[in-house]
């Protein structure tokens, strides 16, 4: 007779069995850093819907929104590690760990959203994307994430010289900092979540972003000039471990790609009508959206920023020059 022990081990070692003919069971801990009411936050949540049913609850995606998993540049180690396995990244911080993919965080390189989907979904996208597996990050689905422009309290920001000066939050990212530096500012790098105090305490002078994260974290509220410099164009990725995504089936791969992919296209949806919301809202609450006439001289301010990024990176002139060769 077994006694209960050998009965437990049994029966774990049965379910055991079960578990490994339908494949291990895969619960996934995703990183997101915006809040409700954010499109991503909806995109995320889709993709976790999307995944369960269509790997048959094989894999599942709990989402961590709010960044409380922690600030972007640990989740992106995170993810490298395995501890995190799956998020919805901005490539801008995932440039100091892939050089390839600085390639969108080069200001102005993208004549605008459509020029920068084309160039991800040609060969100098399947470079970046390649580049990035191999570090551990590997995306499988593009979110939009619109133009980043410049907001502060002083004044509307029409030149270069108008930020001359100023110190301005960006991402982690020496191109960041470059850029800013460029024009006569400060840039300060500095964790999203911190810059709603350091824009209202007056440690830094303005930041730059994308309307709908403007109006999302209510930076608006202590920025009275959003002015429409657009100065970078930087997709996001849905991005998973790499060793996870590869130890899946491919029936396994294909699902969760399909799920990112459905997801994504339902994030461009909502980026596309929270964009005209946010900046009817943020206009409602008083911040005056500045057009720039001519974003000329903040383009031309930016050829040291390239000359030394090729000089740093000669192997990556052949990239850029696809972008820009891209129609
Ligand atoms: C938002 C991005 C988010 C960044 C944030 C930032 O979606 O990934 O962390 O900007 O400025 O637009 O840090």
């Known amino acids: ?66 960044g409380v998993l922690g600030s972007q540049p640990d989740a992106l180690e995170q993810v490298q590690l395995g501890a995190i396995d ?14 390839e993919a600085n390639l969108v965080s080069l200001p102005f390189i993208f004549r605008d959203v459509p020029h920068m989907f084309r160039v991800l979904d040609g060969p100098a996208g399947d470079k970046i994307g390649a580049a990035m597996g191999d570090a551990g990050i590997l995306p499988i689905a593009w979110f939009d994430a619109g133009a980043r422009s410049f907001y502060n309290n002083t004044g509307p920001i029409n030149t270069p010289d108008d930020v001359a000066g100023m110190k301005i939050r960006v991402m982690n990212n020496d191109l960041f900092t470059g850029m800013v530096n460029a024009m006569g500012g400060n840039g300060t790098p500095m964790a999203f979540a911190e810059v709603y105090q350091a824009l209202s305490t007056g440690v830094v002078d303005g930041a730059e972003n994308n309307l709908p994260s403007f109006e999302s974290v209510g930076h608006f509220e202590v920025s009275g000039y959003y002015s429409l410099s657009e100065h970078l164009i930087i997709p996001e990725c849905v991005c998973v471990n790499t060793a996870k995504f590869n130890a899946l089936s491919a029936e396994m791969q294909e699902a969760v790609v399909s799920a990112a992919v459905d997801a994504a296209d339902y994030q461009r949806e909502l980026w596309a009508a929270q964009t005209d919301a946010s900046k009817a809202a943020v206009e409602a609450a008083g911040v005056k959206i500045n057009m720039i006439a001519d974003k000329t001289p903040f383009q031309d301010a930016m050829a040291p920023v390239y000359a030394d990024y090729l000089a740093a990176n000669p192997d990556m002139a052949e990239l850029v020059e696809l972008a820009q060769s891209t129609e």
Do not use: C, Y
């Open 1 to 66: 007779m077994l006694n209960s022990i050998s009965k437990t081990v049994l029966g774990t070692a049965t379910a055991l069995a079960l578990t490994a003919t339908a494949g291990l069971a895969e619960d996934w801990r995703a990183w997101n850093i915006h809040v409700d009411g954010h499109p991503n936050t909806a995109a995320m949540d889709r993709f976790a819907e999307l995944v369960a049913e269509r790997t048959g609850g094989e894999v599942t995606v709990e989402v961590f929104h709010g």
């Open 86 to 99: 799956v998020g919805n990244f901005n490539l801008g911080p995932i440039g100091p760990l892939v050089k």
